[in-house]
Every structure is written in structure tokens, then in C-alpha cells.
């Protein structure tokens, strides 16, 4: 019972759980007390739910507390990554406007990183073969108007066509329908009439934004994730519910891509929202913490069992984009600005036919996981290569996990012996490798989009992001790392962080100097309603209601647009002109020149967007106890002395091992070191210097 609180009492904790590929992060704050309460626990593969309410067991446990104190549950899945990443897709269909069935074919027309990859690269398989592609006549205009009827007879026969083959999936896309989405309304009429049991996305409701193709893929993806999301979530809600005994149903939110989170009641009927659902989750939690440290450019590094997410926060905000992609297929939705690298602890080492040395991206996940694991694996993995030179402890979770060290080294001897390399050369050259992949999807976030490395503070998390980071720090020539407490569950804490986020788009390609200002001002209105609507289905009064408007513009005869925000206020010539100075203000940080004052190059207004937004009250950071001074630590927080290998050529040192928990703000170590908690651990390479700060987070710089 926490003070305050009455015996008998309801206490009101908030739980926040990230299901990731070997482990399942859990974080429990009691609302009344502020107490934050972390721990993890094994995935479960076979049915994640198993995993989910072990951690909800489990961190209800150390607070003393039973499933009747649980006030709402928010959740991070990779339900619908893995299912795209993993090209699992079950049998799709596609109804389009007739004479636009190549349309997933053509495509952009374009080969990815340029000319020079023309020779080499193979264009992926189609998300539906071209014989689940129907057409139905209709047209409408790029303003809506209709050009031809909707033709019902073709609607009904391509409807019977996917019943009587038994295709259940599909996504609807007709030319033009984000100005205007009569036909998609009457498709998706005459399937329900015609084929009941078909789940059906229509773009209209998914992306209402021009471009065919990437409104086409969109809701194709959205369609063929929306069954398997579907049965997950509602399982997960069952249980849940049958877990805390309660009368009415738990507020349970899933994570959003686009850094918010939605209910899971509201989740299923959008499932595309949820693809970079636990990525997303690392990146605000990393992002709050760090910009409370004092930290305005940071990069994040997010390391699991199965890959490694990496992304930019800036002044605590992750970036966004909307021109991201799952696996091989775009996805046009507003997501975090996130790149995912297979180089987690249980990524794979192997040999090529070549004869060379390659980590990744396969990885032996949690079942059968590494060789240490001692389940039943058969290849050596990153971690086993971490477990044989000593840079982690030969057990995890504080213990409660025992790892075979003995195993490990023999898996590293046998791939050493076939290499031709000592073991040591060859558990040093994995880890170099990973490093390497880390640090090249690290470059794809920030060298490639104009931004100086040597600005910004790399902060890792997740059980294995920071076992590399000195070295990346060597790498990129970084300003240093910052780990914040508890890194092994940071994306669990992130989702108690995250408001209620919906997204509206609307198409309306316009010249600036014959802009409609009440158009514009009539969609920002409608954009507006419908994310209130929605946030008052999620419970939000409308005093909490938050929004904020951007628009995507372009200069004429550009084919991409630059995003800028839209402030509040009534959209007059004035309001106009502000949002135009914008533009040509970040067109110039993005391209380094812009086109104001020259009147022969116009502006062109294409995309207007509201977010709606219901705040939640976020946890508060707790300060830790300042240092007496330097000559105590060694007393207070040193374990051990163990020979760790950070380089094959200076072999094994001595190197003191340091238990965080007992780390005070202002504490500094010294590499070579070892930092080690209950989720993760931290080897600091000779040359690095550590210092811990008042909200406890290690601060990792190469000495002077």
C-alpha cells in the first residue's frame, strides 16, 4: 500500500508494456505516488499474450498491487511489422478503377539509390499477384466531379469474383477518391452485400491524400495487416480484461506510428497506424529523457533481441516523415522517422559462399535464442560473441536467467576454426560488423539528411543498445552517449508518455497567389471536426482537446512537398503569406536555397493536415541522491574485477565491474569498466570516462 492511500482502496496504476522479439519490457506507475516499478520478462512467440500477462504478473508483484489497481494498459506491438517485414502476407485482393489495374507495376518507375543500382536490383514481389486485380468503370476528376457513373453490374461481378475464390482481403483504391469517395462507399457497399465475410480497407478512409500508388500500397497494406492485428488485439483484450476482474472494460491503448497512441477498440478498424508501433515507443521515451538531461540533438539507438531501430529527436521530438516504408512496401502514413538495421543480440554470425564473415539479419529471436541460451540453438549469435569475451555477465536479468558461457565459446571456436581466426579475432569481428550496420542505418538518419553527427549525443537503450556504443562514438565521431535508467525498458516507458494522436489528411493542390482562403479554412474546419470526433470516442473532454495544423507545399513543377507548420488563427492573405515564408525558410535548411522573392518560380499548396491530440498526464523524472564524494563509489557500487576483451590485439584486461543501482549523480568511472543492472549492460571501452547525472543517466565521452 503506497502512502496515502486508504486500506481497502483502488489504487490507480498505469501499465505500459512492449512486446519485442526475445523480451517483454514492462513499466507500472502508480498515478498517486509517481512511483515508477520496471522489470521483463521472456517473450512468448507462440502466442505473445502468454508473455504480456507474465509482465503484468510480474511487475503487479513487486508493486505489492493486484489486477484490480490497474487503471489502463498502453501497448507496444510488432504484430503487423513482423507480418510485413516477414512477407507473410495471406491472400490479397484489389478493386481499382478500370484501365489502372498495372498500377502497383509501374509504380514510381524508379530503381532505389540511384542509376548505379540498375544493374543489380530485383523488384520485389507485388503485395497481390496480378491475377487478384479487378477494375471496376467509374471515374471521377482530380476535383471530384464525375466524369462516368460508378458502374454497379461491374462492381457486383468483381464482388462474386473474390467470394467464389475465397479471397477475404481486400483493398479498394479508386482514381481520385481522396476529393471525392461516393464510389469507394458504394464498392464497399455492394461487398458487404454481395461478400460478408470480406475484410475491406478503402483509401478514402485511409489515406485521403493524392498519388495513386502510394494511396494504393497504403490501403493494401492496411487491408493485409487488419485480420491479424484484429484477432491480436481483441485476444489480448480478453485476457486482459478476464486478468484485472473487472466489471467495465479497461482503457487499453496500442501504440501509434505516428508517436501517439489510439484505443484498441478504435486500433482495428486502422491497423496500418500501428507498424512501427514499438520503434516508435523507444524514440519519445529516449526523446523526453534525454531533453530532460539537458540533451537538444540526440540520436537514438534502440538494441533488441532481433534488430536495432535508430532514429533523430530533436529539442525531445522525434522527427516524422510520410514517406516511410515496412519491409518492401511504402507506407504514406505520418510515422517516426525510423530505421531498422538486423543487428540485434540474437542476430546471426555466418560465413558467406564467399568465405567472409557476415552477421545478420537473421537472428535466432528468443526460441531457440543464442547458444548461450542453452534451448536448443545452433549458430552463434552477437550475444554469445558479448558472453566469450566477457562484456556481459554470464547470466541476464540480474540472475534469473543463467547463460552457458562454455556453449557459446565452443559455437565461436568452430566458426573461428573455419574462418582461419583465433577466437578472440572472431567474437571481436562480429561485434565490429554490428557495429558497422548500426552505424551506416545511424548515418541513413542523419548524414543523409543533412545533419552533423558531431552535434548530437547518441542515447541507447533496449537490452543490447548500449553494448556497442563506445565504439560507435569511435565510428561517427559522436559528442558521446547518454543511457538513461532502467535502458532495457525505455519503449515500455514511452508508451506511459504518449497522448492520444489522429491523423487527417486532405488533398488540395492549389498556386499560392490564387489560393482560396475559405477552402482552405472549410477543410481545416473539417479536418478539425473529425479529429474531435475522434477524441471524443477516446473520452477526452473537449477543454483538453489540442490541434495542429501543417501544410505540405511545393514550388510548381517540384514532385515532392516540404512539410511546415500551419499555426491557429483564420486563414486570410496575411495567414497565407506566413505559412509560404515558412516553406521557403526550411526549403532552404532542407536544399540549402530557396526561391523567395523571385516570382517566376510559384509556391503550390498540395496537402492539408490536422492532428488531433488528447494529452495524458506524463511521469515525472525522479532525481538521484548526490555523491559525498569520489573516494566512495569504489565502496558503495564496485562488484568485481573480471577479464574482458575490447580489442583481440591487447587481449583480456582486468576491468572493474560496477553495479549501477548503486551509482550516485556525480559518480564518475573510469574505463575499462563494466556497468551492469538488472536489463542490460554496459561495457566502457579504455579511453571513455563515465559520469552519472542527477536524473541518473550514464554519460558516456572519450577522455581529453
Not at 112 to 117: A, I, R, V
Not at 140 to 152: A, M, S, T, W, Y
Not at 184 to 200: G, K, N, Q, S, Y
Not at 672 to 692: D, K, L, N, W, Y
Request: proline letters at 6%; a negative charge.
Amino acid at each position: 500500500m503506497t502512502a496515502g492511500t486508504a486500506p481497502g482502496a483502488r489504487r490507480r496504476i498505469r501499465i505500459g508494456i512492449d512486446t519485442g522479439g526475445t523480451f517483454t519490457d514492462v513499466v507500472a506507475l502508480d498515478e498517486a505516488s509517481g512511483e515508477l516499478v520496471t522489470t521483463k520478462t521472456p517473450s512468448t512467440p507462440g502466442n505473445p499474450a502468454d508473455g504480456f500477462l507474465d509482465g503484468m504478473r510480474k511487475v503487479l508483484a513487486l508493486m505489492g498491487a493486484t489486477g484490480q489497481d490497474v487503471s489502463a494498459v498502453s501497448h507496444g506491438t510488432t504484430v503487423a511489422t513482423n507480418k510485413l517485414l516477414e512477407g507473410k502476407v495471406e491472400a490479397l485482393g484489389f478493386i481499382t478503377t478500370e484501365g489502372y489495374e498495372f498500377i502497383l507495376e509501374i509504380a514510381r518507375q524508379a530503381v532505389p539509390d540511384g542509376y548505379g543500382n540498375s544493374y543489380f536490383w530485383v523488384k520485389p514481389p507485388r503485395i497481390v499477384p496480378a491475377d487478384h486485380v479487378r477494375t471496376v468503370g467509374g471515374r471521377l476528376d482530380f476535383e471530384g466531379n464525375e466524369i462516368r457513373p460508378f458502374d454497379e453490374e461491374g462492381a457486383v461481378a468483381a464482388a462474386r469474383w473474390f467470394r467464389d475464390r475465397g479471397i477475404t482481403t481486400i483493398g479498394v483504391c479508386f482514381l481520385h477518391s481522396y476529393a471525392d469517395d461516393r464510389h469507394e462507399l458504394a464498392m464497399r457497399e455492394v461487398l458487404r452485400r454481395e461478400h460478408p465475410d470480406a475484410v475491406v480497407s478503402i483509401s478514402s478512409e485511409v489515406l485521403r491524400e493524392y498519388r495513386e500508388y502510394e494511396r494504393s500500397m497504403t490501403t493494401l497494406v492496411d487491408a493485409a495487416v487488419k485480420p491479424s492485428v484484429s484477432r491480436y488485439v481483441a485476444n489480448i483484450h480478453h485476457r486482459l480484461d478476464e486478468f484485472v476482474g473487472s466489471t467495465e472494460r479497461l482503457p487499453f491503448y496500442i501504440m501509434k506510428s505516428n508517436g501517439g497512441v489510439l484505443s484498441a477498440d478504435e486500433v482495428v478498424h486502422q491497423p496500418i497506424t500501428t507498424v512501427l508501433s514499438g520503434p516508435a515507443a523507444g524514440a519519445l521515451g529516449a526523446g523526453l529523457i534525454a531533453s530532460r538531461a539537458g540533451f537538444a540533438k540526440v540520436l537514438t539507438c534502440d538494441g533488441g533481441g532481433t534488430s536495432t531501430d535508430v532514429s533523430v529527436v530533436l529539442a525531445g521530438e522525434p522527427t516524422l516523415t510520410t514517406e516511410g516504408t515496412v519491409g518492401a512496401y511504402p507506407s504514406k502514413i505520418p510515422m517516426i522517422d525510423v530505421v531498422t538495421v538486423g543487428a540485434g543480440g540474437g542476430s546471426i554470425a555466418w560465413i558467406s559462399p564467399e568465405g567472409s564473415l557476415k552477421v545478420g539479419p537473421q537472428s535466432a529471436g528468443a526460441d531457440p535464442g543464442p547458444l548461450c541460451y542453452a534451448k536448443g540453438g545452433t549458430e552463434p549469435t552477437i550475444t554469445d560473441a558479448h558472453v566469450v569475451l566477457g562484456r556481459i555477465p554470464p547470466h541476464l536479468l540480474g540472475g534469473e536467467i543463467p547463460l552457458d558461457v562454455d556453449a557459446a565459446r565452443a559455437g565461436i571456436t568452430e566458426l573461428a576454426g573455419r574462418l582461419g581466426l583465433d577466437v578472440e579475432r572472431c567474437a571481436t569481428g562480429i561485434l565490429e560488423i554490428s557495429a558497422w550496420n548500426q552505424a551506416n542505418a545511424l548515418r541513413q538518419v542523419s548524414v543523409k539528411r543533412g545533419l552533423d553527427v558531431r552535434d548530437f549525443m547518441l542515447a541507447t537503450f533496449g537490452g543490447s543498445g548500449s553494448l556497442l556504443a563506445c565504439r560507435l562514438v569511435d565510428v561517427l565521431g559522436l559528442a558521446g552517449v547518454v543511457v538513461p535508467q532502467n535502458p532495457g525498458n525505455v519503449s515500455a516507458f514511452g508508451l506511459l508518455t504518449v497522448d492520444v494522436r489522429n491523423d487527417y489528411v486532405q488533398t488540395a493542390v492549389a498556386r499560392h497567389d490564387s489560393l482560396d482562403h475559405a477552402a482552405v479554412r472549410k477543410t481545416f474546419d473539417d479536418l478539425t471536426a473529425k479529429a474531435a470526433g475522434a477524441l471524443d470516442a477516446e473520452g477526452f473532454p473537449r477543454h483538453e482537446h489540442r490541434y495542429a495544423r501543417t501544410v505540405d507545399l511545393r514550388y510548381f513543377g517540384q514532385a515532392y512537398e516540404v512539410r511546415v507548420p500551419a499555426p491557429e488563427g483564420d486563414v486570410d492573405e496575411a495567414y497565407a503569406a506566413g505559412v509560404a515564408s515558412r516553406f521557403h525558410d526550411e526549403h532552404r535548411a532542407l536544399y540549402g536555397y530557396d526561391f523567395r522573392g523571385d516570382p517566376s518560380q510559384q509556391v503550390e499548396w498540395v496537402n492539408l493536415r490536422v492532428t488531433g491530440v488528447g494529452p495524458i498526464t506524463r511521469p515525472e523524472l525522479r532525481e538521484l541522491p548526490a555523491a559525498d564524494g569520489a573516494a566512495d563509489v569504489r565502496e558503495r557500487a564496485h562488484r568485481s574485477v573480471r577479464p574482458v576483451c575490447f580489442d583481440a590485439d591487447a587481449g583480456y584486461v582486468d576491468t572493474d565491474v560496477w553495479w549501477r543501482p548503486d551509482l550516485l549523480a556525480g559518480d564518475v568511472v573510469e574505463g575499462p569498466a563494466v556497468i551492469e543492472e538488472f536489463g542490460s549492460t554496459v561495457p566502457v571501452h579504455p579511453g571513455f570516462v563515465v559520469r552519472a547525472d542527477r536524473l541518473g543517466n550514464l554519460v558516456i565521452t572519450k577522455e581529453a
